[in-house]
């Protein structure tokens, strides 16, 4: 099931649930606007590579539509149209006065070059600038991006519209960001586990945790929840999986994966598969990656892993 049909299933239980109109349940399932641009840059050396960046405005009938843009080669349509339509969701139920939206390219960040990702970033921005705006969508980091993409978005909309700061969020301090903004999701992750542990009476020190993602969102949460006792026996991400049992050196991972671009290779722990990273014996399993990894395949295969003897168990968050 891909990400929009499983996000149109449960909006649809939801809706059936609130009692809602037929006709208001279909209009809040179909996007005010879906954009679609082809982006083409020269490379480094000189070829050309085209890539598709997305857009999906999905409704702003409580404000400016927000939300993010993502750089990662498994973005499509249905995945922009599915997050774009949980943004609305999420500003709504959080009673933020904002619409929902989300965007992406089609690329590989970890395969261009600083450059490129400024003239690939430059050129999307040329396409969608009279699309977005400050009352209108204002875009946000997402996966693969960060504070100099939105600098990046924020000096080439001001060239067509003056300067704008608050054309995005998450740009860096210095252009007017906000203080704590990259700590901001995996401090969420940290508000949400204490929460989830303090219904079964217990706290985050003690508690052994499995972090599938170590990028801004599982990077933070680690180091938060370290900082608040909690053992990190185990992470991953795209370049690889690492375990020990006794607890990971969060400090020194954070270094290393900044160092190395990422935590293979780290002398503080085994490396793993990184398929097996999500039935790793813990008490709290965070997936900080991509959505849809914990599936009834996940859950079948279970006891047929490499771990055996160990059963589902613990809580994901």
Not at 20 to 41: A, G, M
Not at 125 to 135: A, S
Not at 171 to 178: C, E, Q
Not at 209 to 235: D, H, M, P, R
């Amino acid at each position: 099931m891909n990400a929009l049909v499983a996000t149109n299933r449960n909006f649809k239980r939801a809706a059936k649930l609130l009692g809602l109109d037929s006709k208001l349940e279909k209009s809040l399932l179909i996007p005010f606007r879906e954009i679609k641009v082809e982006c083409t840059i020269p490379k480094d050396d000189g070829t050309l590579a085209s890539f598709v960046g997305f857009r999906v405005q999905h409704d702003n009938a409580r404000g400016p539509m927000k939300g993010g843009i993502r750089y990662h080669p498994e973005v499509d349509p249905d995945e922009v149209n599915a997050l774009a339509q949980l943004m609305t969701w999420k500003t709504a139920v959080a009673n933020i006065p904002y619409g929902g939206a989300k965007g992406g390219i089609g690329c590989n960040p970890g395969e261009l070059s600083v450059s490129e990702l400024e003239r690939l970033t430059r050129v999307f921005t040329q396409k969608i600038h009279d699309l977005i705006g400050i009352h209108t969508d204002v875009p946000a980091p997402d996966m693969g991006t960060g504070p100099q993409t939105m600098a990046w978005i924020l000096d080439e909309y001001s060239k067509f519209h003056g300067y704008s700061p608050a054309v995005v969020t998450g740009k860096p301090v210095d252009l007017g960001g906000s203080l704590g903004r990259d700590a901001a999701t995996g401090r969420g992750v940290l508000f949400a586990t204490e929460a989830l542990l303090k219904e079964h009476g217990k706290t985050i020190s003690g508690q052994r945790f499995v972090i599938q993602g170590f990028g801004n969102v599982g990077a933070w949460a680690a180091q938060l929840i370290s900082e608040q006792g909690g053992k990190i026996v185990a992470v991953s991400d795209i370049t690889g999986a690492i375990k020990n049992t006794k607890g990971l050196d969060i400090p020194s991972l954070l270094k290393h994966a900044n160092e190395h671009k990422g935590v293979k290779g780290f002398h503080g722990g085994d490396p793993i598969d990184p398929k097996s990273i999500l039935v790793e014996d813990c008490d709290i399993l965070i997936p900080a990656a991509l959505g849809g990894v914990i599936n009834r395949f996940i859950f079948r295969n279970w006891s047929f892993s490499s771990h055996q003897n160990i059963q589902p168990q613990g809580s994901f968050l």
